[in-house]
């Protein structure tokens, strides 16, 4: 099994800047694809940014110019830093990764951590 855990969430102004961060542990083989989804109340999970392990980016197109995604594949961690941010922002961040172990994938999740941009 593989674990997830995010850290640096919290309670920010408009316009202001957080840095998320996701470490993998456990029983991982060779993860490709990480990446951090938000969810807000009464709204589906959506795709924030994502990346591959050859440092190929995604983006969703709210966060474009705003935020970028990184990871350090030698300590399994993905980042996010979140410039610019707006009240829409506002949601509960999780982290995800694919992991291969040969032709079996596994999705993980993290258990998430809360964005609040007030206005």
């Known amino acids: 099994q593989v674990q997830l855990v995010e850290s640096g969430g919290g309670l920010v102004q408009a316009g202001g800047s957080l840095r998320l961060s996701c470490a993998a542990s456990g029983s991982i083989f060779r993860i490709n694809t990480m990446g951090w989804y938000r969810q807000s109340p009464g709204k589906q999970r959506e795709l924030v940014a994502d990346?591959?392990?050859?440092?190929?980016?995604n983006f969703a197109d709210s966060v474009k110019g705003r935020f970028t995604i990184s990871r350090d594949n030698a300590k399994n961690m993905v980042y996010l830093q979140m410039n610019c941010l707006k009240p829409e922002d506002t949601a509960v961040y999780y982290c995800n990764a694919d992991n291969f172990n040969g032709p079996v994938v596994t999705t993980h999740w993290g258990q998430g951590t809360q964005v609040t941009v007030s206005s």
């Open positions: 990346i591959t392990r050859g440092g190929s980016t």
